[in-house]
DNA sequence: TTATAAAATGCAAACGATTGCGCAACATTG
DNA sequence: CAATGTTGCGCAATCGTTTGCATTTTATAA
């Protein structure tokens, strides 16, 4: 019943009494075949139900119109937004987009890396995972000539172009809104681990302080892992100093999200007595309450941009010209819980 | 400098004086090859740097090693987390997984059918686009004998293996647990789009409220399109009626989160006065104030359980036995938004 | 030592599309 | 009318692996 025999181009060949090659040609619309041999092709595949076969043409001419990603994991919302914005332009270029998650596992991104270039991806696009320091894995995919790129998560120990948003900017930006909602004792949650991300937001606080003249007070900067939990330990600590904050800027929302519970508990009024911002607008920020201000990181711009540059470099002649660094404006959310002044 | 020559087995074989059938067996591990002969010949790849060429060893055998997702959106909670859950087992089986999103574009949903096909995918994996009513598209899938699953966004229009979850049962829960909080006044958000899943939600409604002996109220069901804003109306709407509900079931959390905000400000208290639940336990229900009672869908499960049965069909012989229908059974998540009593 | 089985490897044809080159047939120009 | 150009298409090699069917080598038995 089902017609089971996979249909080639051969078979168009053969019932229009033509070769393969011209076939192939005036699918592939070919200047150099008629348009009357065009129709009757095109016309003779759709009868016969023809599939064209990618992998055979993958294959002949190098070129598999596939992109692979690869994130730390696909279900944070950032990184799904990255994907979504990476998917779009790629599909639009009919470019396929194979995904792939490193846990933060190193020894799983090398993997994934080497499975990728097996598949003859024809570029990579990927954020690092936390414990990434060596990069032979990333440098062997430049060597083979196949296009990298890297976002968010990047790193200067490899010449590669890469996508990544202002952090420093982004916790100045805030630091700022806050002394200008008058607030003077201005505490951070940070994070010990090596990432850089945290570094610079540290370094956007502390620089906003001293632009406005207020003293670095090291009893209001505490480090934890950023989580809810964390959040709220680092937030009873800074309730047992003889004078409270009287505003809080975690690098984290979840952070920000643990502070606020204890604030609440505390009947400690938000913004009034302390106003509260997190980093990285997640989703539930907006639903919080009050609803949370934050730092929203351009998730889906991210995935367009990073996918732009990318495509840009996969046309490009030159493939070896200078790697690109393009680093996002990350944009201030003002939302109640840092809104003093009624405007 | 680079060495820009793609090495074959076939260098391999030249290096070894052996032929590249040797080679070919020897990396594949096939047991009528010699120890001596595998060792040498994993030994020389290395040395030479070798690097498979997936799209060949494809194109002979018929089998990418690749499966085909598509969802409506990748950055919405719910399908980020299923295509973890896929990417996951993908992975250890050795599998790459494309992705692939609809919009829920009809037109787009086709073509990315066909260019999944073209792309050789071992086997597809899809949500239904909400529009997506006629499925031909799939149905050729099924034809060229390329396995498939639906997932969440099912239809018995076609004869598929498909997961999905019970939304009867999970309204049914929610409504039963309100009733056990003491409601009886327990008004109900749906929406009037033809997707089953909120007509199956509003059956159970129905069906709880009658095996707990509370009459069906026609002016406590309010259809909507679930977003943030008509929930916000819907309530209001609710506020007007001669007698208050004392419990809000709505079949989104957005709705649910929209009556929330209209709740607190009309001073109403949530859970004493008016009892709210919502659904989907999307990320920002537990962070909402009061936290927000809804059903958590098992994202994560229904992507590990879909690929499983997704891998389960394409290893059996026989492809075209019986397709399985599994049916999730959805949690409620108990949270302050909705509890009374103390325990 | 010879016949026979078992083990290890080689040969060559796929898989399906693409493309450089060549060759007709026909049109154009002087 | 010869020389040249243009148009439309065919030939055959190629991409890198895999695999059925030899063929050779080695081990075992008679």
Known sequence: MAIKTKVTIHDIAEKLNITASTVSRALNDNPRISEVTKKAVVKAAKDLNYQPNNIAAALRNGKSHIIGV????????FFASVV????????????????????DNYEKEVQTVDALLSARVDGIIASLGKNTENFDHFKKVQEKGV?????????DAIEVSQIAIDDYLGAYKVVEHLIQQGCRRIAHFTSPKKVSIFRERLRGYAEA???????????LVVSS????????KSMEQLLQLK????????????????????LKENNISIPQQVALAGFSNEPFTSFTDPPLTTIDQLSITMGTVTAELFFDQLKSEDRMKQPQKIVLKPQLIIRKSTLRKEE
Do not use: H, W
């Open 70 to 77: 690869i994130v730390p994991t696909a279900d944070r919302s």
């Open 209 to 219: 302080l001293r632009d406005y003249g207020i003293p670095y007070d090291e009893e």
């Open 243 to 262: 004078e409270m904050p009287d505003a809080v800027f975690s690098s984290s929302d979840y952070g920000a999200m643990g502070a606020m519970q204890v």
């Open 147 to 155: 296009p990298l790129i890297l976002f968010d998560r990047t790193s």
């Open 84 to 103: 979504r914005g990476i998917e779009e332009i790629a599909n639009n270029l009919n470019y396929k987009v194979i995904i792939c998650q490193s846990y």
């Open 225 to 232: 892992n950023l989580q809810l939990e964390d959040g709220r």
